[in-house]
Nanobody, 124 residues
Framework: QVQLVESGGGLVQAGGSLRLSCAAS????????MGWFRQAPGKERDFVSA????????YYADSVKGRFTISRDNAKNTVSLQMNSLKPEDTALYYC?????????????????WGQGTQVTVSS
């Protein structure tokens, strides 16, 4: 079993930066493809970014490409999301997710493990 715990959310002004982290328990982390999703109030949970188990393949939603960077440290069982040039429309609850088999994916159904989320609020 894998448990995921996100941290690093907060309130930031537009144009600012935040770094989200996700800590994973369990010995299978290094085999997981990891992803970040976000959900704004009243909206669907949308894909943000994903990284494969080696860290050699990354995938971004068009809305965050060039502003967000995903990375992982398998020795520390963590995955991070560096978010720069934040916009009010980035405001959402951000979730970390893990996929045991398969590469990077934007589909929620492909991810088996989910964290509880961390809130990001960007003020204008």
């Amino acid at each position: 079993q894998v448990q995921l715990v996100e941290s690093g959310g907060g309130l930031v002004q537009a144009g600012g930066s935040l770094r989200l982290s996700c800590a994973a328990s369990g010995r299978t982390f290094s085999r997981l493809t990891m992803g970040w999703f976000r959900q704004a109030p009243g909206k669907e949970r949308d894909f943000v970014s994903a990284i494969n188990w080696t860290g050699g393949s990354t995938y971004y939603a068009d809305s965050v490409k060039g502003r967000f960077t995903i990375s992982r440290d398998n020795a520390k069982n963590t995955v991070s999301l560096q978010m720069n040039s934040l916009k009010p429309e980035d405001t959402a609850l951000y979730y970390c997710a893990g996929r045991l088999f398969g590469g990077t994916s934007s589909l929620r159904m492909d991810y088996r493990y989910w964290g509880q989320g961390t809130q990001v609020t960007v003020s204008s």
